[in-house]
């Protein structure tokens, strides 16, 4: 078993820090050189503490500890990271949503906004082929228009907003 380096781990680190940014960026009123900082210091953070957890051969071992979550509670790599440009836990909790997994993992990042919601994948990659035998793929359902990621990006929502409460009476 090996243990990635931070040269193979780039565009994952590159995908989570990107689209915590993205978040950022839609919600608040932050300059592009916040955001910048930001999204460097995001990456270098994670890319340092995935060091040793980072298993290209065996892509889900680690994935627990790889993963970035907001739930009453500020991720520490996100918080030191809104540190260096001035953003408190109080102004990243305004900014960001209440509920948010994000698992960077080799090969793939998703996430999902709310408990409830769609897991989406915001980048995804096949391994190195460990034969020479080549493969057919057909397209991945994360290539259709209709895809999570793609509305994603575009600006859309995937799931419902949770700072609402229902009530049901009977």
């Known amino acids: 078993m090996t243990h990635g380096t931070e040269a193979e781990m780039i565009p994952e680190v590159s995908a989570a820090a990107s689209f915590v940014c993205r978040l950022l960026r839609s919600r608040g009123h932050l300059s592009d050189v916040q955001l910048q900082v930001f999204r460097e210091g995001l990456a270098q953070a994670l890319s340092e503490h995935y060091q040793h957890h980072w298993f290209p051969d065996r892509p889900q071992k680690g994935s627990g500890y790889r993963c970035i979550r907001i739930n009453h509670e500020m991720d520490p790599l996100i918080g030191r990271a809104a540190g260096h440009i001035g953003l408190t836990a109080g102004q990243l909790f305004s900014l960001l949503p209440r509920e948010l997994t994000l698992w960077v993992d080799p090969y793939e990042v998703s996430y999902r906004i709310g408990e409830d919601g769609s897991i989406c994948v915001l980048y995804e990659a096949d391994p190195p082929a460990k034969h020479t035998t080549p493969s057919i793929r057909g397209p991945s359902v994360y290539d259709q228009t ?19 409460l229902m009530t049901v009476s009977s």
């Open 146 to 164: 209709d895809s999570c990621k793609y509305r994603f990006m575009m600006g859309g929502r995937t799931s419902p907003p949770k700072n609402y």
